[in-house]
C-alpha cells in the first residue's frame, strides 16, 4: 500500500503537469489516492486529497453533477470518519440534496441517505437516522430488488437503528 500511495502520488503529479489540476483525469487519480489514504489510516491526507477533488469537480462539472455529488459524500464520509460529523453533516446533506435534484431516486440518493442514517444514528439520533435508511431501502428496493446486496445493507442500518431506538414491536420485525 505505501508503494501505491507514492505511485498515486507521483501520477497525479504527472498528471496535473501534463493536464492540468482540475482535468478529470488528474481528479480521477486524485481520488484514487485518497482512497488507498483512507485505506492506510490516513484519514487527514485522505481528506487533503478528497476536498481538491471536490473543488475541481465544482470548477469543471459545477454542482449539478453526479461527481461532484459522489466527490461529496466521499468527503463527508471521510470527515465523519475523523470525528468531524457537523463537517461531515453539511457534507453529506448538500450531497443529497444535489443528487436528489440531479437524479431522483438514484443510487447516489440511497446511498447519501443510508449514509446520513449512519450519520444521525452515531449522534444518538435514532429519530433523524430511520427516514433516511427507509428512504435509502424503498430506492434500493426499486433499482436493485430486496434480496440485493445494496438493499440488505441499508437494511441492516435501518434494523440496527430502529432496535437500538425501540427494543419493541418494529425492532422484532427484523
Known amino acids: 500500500m505505501v508503494l501505491a500511495a507514492a505511485r498515486y502520488r507521483q501520477v497525479v503529479r504527472d498528471k496535473t503537469a501534463l493536464y492540468g489540476a482540475d482535468d478529470p483525469r488528474t ?3 486524485a481520488y484514487g489516492l485518497a482512497q488507498v489514504m483512507a485505506g492506510q489510516g490516513a484519514i487527514d491526507e485522505a481528506i487533503h486529497w478528497m476536498e481538491k477533488v471536490l473543488s475541481g469537480r465544482r470548477r469543471m462539472s459545477g454542482d449539478d453533477s453526479l461527481d461532484t455529488v459522489d466527490a461529496l459524500n466521499e468527503l463527508g464520509m471521510l470527515r465523519l470518519l475523523r470525528g468531524d460529523l457537523d463537517v461531515a453533516q453539511s457534507l453529506l446533506s448538500e450531497g443529497l440534496a444535489q443528487a436528489r435534484r440531479v437524479a431522483p431516486d ?3 440518493v440511497a446511498r447519501l441517505a443510508n449514509n446520513l442514517g449512519v450519520l444521525h444514528e452515531m449522534r444518538g439520533d435514532i429519530a433523524a437516522a430511520v427516514p433516511h435508511y427507509r428512504n435509502s431501502i424503498r430506492i434500493r428496493h426499486t ?4 434480496g440485493n446486496a445494496n438493499s440488505l445493507r441499508a437494511e441492516h442500518n435501518h434494523c440496527r437503528a430502529i432496535g437500538a431506538g425501540n427494543p419493541g414491536h418494529e425492532a422484532r420485525a427484523c
Not at 433499482?143 to 430486496?146: A, I, N, S, W, Y
Open 143 to 146: 433499482l436493485f430488488g430486496p
Open 106 to 108: 438514484s443510487a447516489d
Open 27 to 29: 481528479l480521477g487519480s
